[in-house]
């Protein structure tokens, strides 16, 4: 038989294993002000990981005196649940519309907790194309990663869509949606506060860690709809990844990176240089100061090599 001095000491030993840092870590959504009535929340920068439940990237709402607008409803229906209560923080108005700037899983998967308040949808329709393709894939993807805290996570589409421009009005505030021509993912959009010129980027501006070119990216399209975001001269952008930032920043660590890698691999391909020499001699060292840089460099160049190949 334990004493009782065991027992209590076993006790203490397992109640401090509880309190240990790190071992039950869950993401803490705090947004910060970014114009008057404009948050932003900014994600961790590395990969999708349990510790922050898939939500690498950014969120934000608007608020306007007939109710608040969210700008990408977050990886789960559990960490939308925690944006909604941080937005709650800071405004008693309901949520009215949820707008999803691209098909990837962050922007997106918490669209059910938020129709369950009644909030209607809205994303480009390239966007939802993309959502239908490759939703069930990211579920698969994020459950892995997720386990029991994906729990209550399910497909929910949006319900009102548009081709390249929505403007929306509501109470006093005027919220343009565009898309160009996606980039990262086929459905990028943006979300444009002409009044305010701030603009939320979705995917298509990274700062702070580097920019991902994936299998369905298109460094051509992305490269177009930079030129279509710097048109609008924006004041200040919350990018779709890295801290609130403006447009010198955003071009240097997102528009001349593609450009840079575009042109080395268009040059390679036009004069045959086969693949693992093209990426040999690409000289990425000017953004070897972002995040993630060891991990995406070679990926990226190798995909943007196979894209010049099939143009
Ligand atoms: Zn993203």
């Not at 399910?154 to 343009?176: A, C, D, W």
């Amino acid at each position: 038989m334990p004493s009782k001095m065991q027992r209590l000491s076993q006790f203490l030993a397992f109640f401090s294993l509880l309190c240990l840092p790190g071992i039950a870590v869950s993401l803490e959504i705090n947004f910060q002000p970014v114009a008057p009535g404009v948050y932003a929340y900014i994600g961790d920068t590395g990969m999708r990981s349990f510790e922050n439940e898939g939500m690498n990237a950014n969120s934000g709402f608007i608020i306007t005196d007939a109710g608040v607008v969210v700008v990408d409803s977050g990886s789960t229906w559990k960490v939308a649940e925690k944006i909604h209560a941080a937005i709650r923080k800071v405004t008693s108005q309901p949520v009215k519309y949820v707008i999803n700037t691209g098909g990837q899983d962050h922007r997106w998967l918490g669209n059910g907790y938020f129709k369950a308040q009644g909030a209607e949808i809205l994303a480009a329709s390239a966007a939802i194309d993309d959502m239908k393709a490759r939703g069930a894939l990211q579920l698969q993807g994020l459950t892995r990663e997720l386990k029991d805290r994906i729990t209550g996570t399910e497909i929910v589409l949006p319900t009102r869509t548009f081709t390249k421009k929505e403007v929306l009005h509501l109470g006093n505030r005027e919220i343009h949606l565009l898309f160009f021509h996606g980039g990262h993912t086929p459905g990028d959009s943006v979300v444009w506060l002409p009044k305010e010129s701030v603009l939320f980027s979705g995917d298509l501006i990274y700062v702070d860690r580097l920019l991902g070119v994936l299998p369905f990216s298109h460094t051509g399209n992305w490269i177009a709809s930079f030129a279509e975001m710097e048109a609008l001269q924006p004041k200040r952008i919350i990018p779709g990844h890295g801290a609130v930032t403006d447009l010198p920043k955003a071009q240097r660590e997102s528009r001349d990176y593609l450009k840079q890698v575009a042109s080395h691999m268009r040059r390679a391909v036009d004069e045959m240089v086969d693949l693992q020499a093209a990426i040999n001699n690409l000289n990425q060292s000017s953004w070897a100061h972002l995040a993630n840089f060891e991990l995406l460099k070679g990926g990226n160049a190798s995909r943007v090599y196979l894209e010049m190949e099939s143009r």
